[in-house]
């Protein structure tokens, strides 16, 4: 059997890319930072890469017909041979030297100019326009370079215009697609930097961990396949690759489409593109923690009894609870503690996320250590020696408030430290650290973050939280 | 002045390392066996120089020609008069000469307690510094009751004490005539115990009175405290110059607070050592009243103008805050 068609060599050649794509992630090195870290909750530390054994990459003579791969479906290679003309990889590349510090993907749509992509594709270029500029390569290898149009942080979407025009195969209506959970999926893009790719995969309804609404597409995304398109076997497109739990299979997810669709009509509407996105990035952020802290506290936080302790959370479909115990411990003491985390955080750059609420609230007990003995115990899990990294330049220093508070019902020792955004104007880390002083054979201690939130909301959380910690009437 | 005479040798920092009598003049000082006092100094000639007395009773000493001469306070001689301070240089060796009526200064107060030394000194040190040791391990020790960490943690701290002492006693033997290290071991224990001591009084006052500068800059009474010990381990070696090691360890302690002090601005961009208080007591130990809810917002919405101000400026330049 021959494969005359060049479409349809790229098309082998990149499924033997996205087979030894999985192991190759950690080997990628440069191309592969783009990565955008899963959601993880807090207390699970993410497996750094997958698989430990790293498959040789297929040799010239070894990607022929005899090899033993799957056969693309009929309808991967029908759409990927109408889609290849309008599919681009987007680089960034340092304006000092032009070498490339990362990649990802894009598609043109309809028959204008304008490509749809990931913001975390073009951060560097929106945060520092200065140091990097961006740049396309299309599936024949043409390059062009590439001028941002807007962005949307919230959503992690991107328009850039181009100097060429699309065939009109990537369309996004202004109608919302309609999706049925098991539906065929094909995700379109540049994984690892390896050549253009197609993958399958199928539609499994609509993620309600992340604060903004993201679909679950089982199927394998890659990086450098983020800002690709994907589209259903009709060739309409449902989302926009965008990111994949590292600590699952296949577990991927898309940015939908309604999103891109408002995005481009800002885009076409706009008479010039803004000089500086730091403002506009700064003013969606605020936008974010306005939403986040008003549905935080939309109702008052739910009280759980830990030990002699009450203490406040809020679970929800964002907001996850997980608990852990010392139980097993060989020591004089149990601690249980119980931490509530948004699994998703807003993706500002590749070094820094925001947008995030996490509290843990821990209480140690002893019958048997002496009070002074349990002092020391409780003061150094007290301690926290900085907030944050200290060497972080994107933030201030830590400013702290300490005092002993009595609120309704215990009396705690309170902490509150802040940080400001030097880029976002009136976005702060707000921290609260607080135990409680009422037992000298018990302690809470209880922990409120707050990532990019405004002075007023950090404070209004801060107040809610602290107020409700209290001791349960015995 | 009559004879007989003594000619001292004497060390850099003016001991007398070996006095010779000499009971007629003139006196020969030479490398030769023919002189009266003999010089073991490779720089020192033969015959070298003779003291004799002028007509008017003045010592006087002459240099015999020789080829590196005599020495009196940086300046080369021929000839000089000896009082009895004046020290010479000949070759390598510096030495004077005294007559038998030189005046000597008075007799010191002896203040030493002499019943002080030895095994009782050391072993109230040891007692003082196990005790320290035991204590921090019994405060810190939170997994279920074993001999052992006691055991290794006594061992540790009685081990440090005999390595510290130690370690100034061979000062003492090196710079005075014994090694007093019972002295030393005690003064090491008592310093353990007051850096210990201050470690529980100034949590306990912080956390009684809500005065967090006693744990925030809980550093600097340290360094006082360590200086302090030098201190007493100075006095120990050479009790005649109190006053001045007062005043070193007082310098020492002074540049040892400011160093601490920019580190801290320099790594943390605070002067404390500490980002807050962490210390959590029994409630029995709480005296001053506890706050609203509503004082301590406050106290953190005073903090945005100051973080406002730091946005604006270089990462690592914020508004140092205390």
Redesign the interface.
Known sequence: MRLPSAALAALFFGAAASLAAASLAGAAGKADQRAKPAPQPPLVIPPATPPATTPPAPGPGETDETAALPTPSSAAQTLYSAASADLLQIRMLLRNGRSQSSVGSGFLVGTGNLVLTNYHVVSQMALDPDVYLGEYVDTDGKSGPIELLAVDVLHDLAVVRVNRNGTGFFQVGEKPVKLVQGQYLYSLGNPLDLGFAISEGSYNGIVTRSFYEQLIFTGPINSGMSGGPSVTAAGVVAGVNVSKRRDGELVSFLVPVKYAQALLRQASAQPHPPKDFNPLIGQQLLAHQRALIDRLLAEPLSMRAMGPYQVPVRESQQLRCWGRSNFRA????TVDSVSCAMEAAIYVSDTQQTGHVSMTHQVLR?SS?H??????????R??????GT?RD?RL????????????ATL?V??????????KF?GL?NFTL?A?S????HA?LQSRLDLAGVS?ENG?RA??AF??ALGRSRR | MNGPWFVELLARNGDVLHRQRVDGLPIRIGRGYDNDVILDDDYAAAAHAVVEQDASGRLLLHDLGTRNGIVIQGKRRQDAELTGGTVVRIGHTALRVRAADFPVVPELLDRTLHGWEGVLPAAAGLALAGGVALLAR???????FQLARYAEALAGGLAAALLWGGIWACANRLFARHARLGRHVFVFGCGAAALAGYALLG?TLGYAL?A?GFTHYASHVATVLLAGMIYFHLCTIRPRNRIRYRWVCAGLAVLCSGLILAGNVQ????LSD???????????I?V?P????D???R??????G???R??GRK??D?EI?D
């Open positions: 060989e020591a004089e003491y002893s250590l009070p002074l003995q349990f002092a020391v115990l409780a003061s150094s007290f301690r926290v020696d900085s907030i200290g330049t201030t220093r830590p400013a702290c408030a300490e005092m002993f508070v009595h609120t009396p020792r309170a902490v509150t430290c802040v940080r400001a955004y030097r104007a702060y650290l135990a002083t009422d037992d000298s302690s002075y404070m801060t107040r602290l107020s | 019994w405060l810190s020790d939170t997994e279920y949590s809500s967090e790594r943390t961009g605070r500490e980002l807050y208080m962490s210390v959590l007591m029994p409630p029995a709480r001053s506890d706050h609203g809810v004082e301590f917002m106290d953190v919405e005073a903090m945005k100051p973080l406002d730091s946005r990462p690592g914020d805050n």
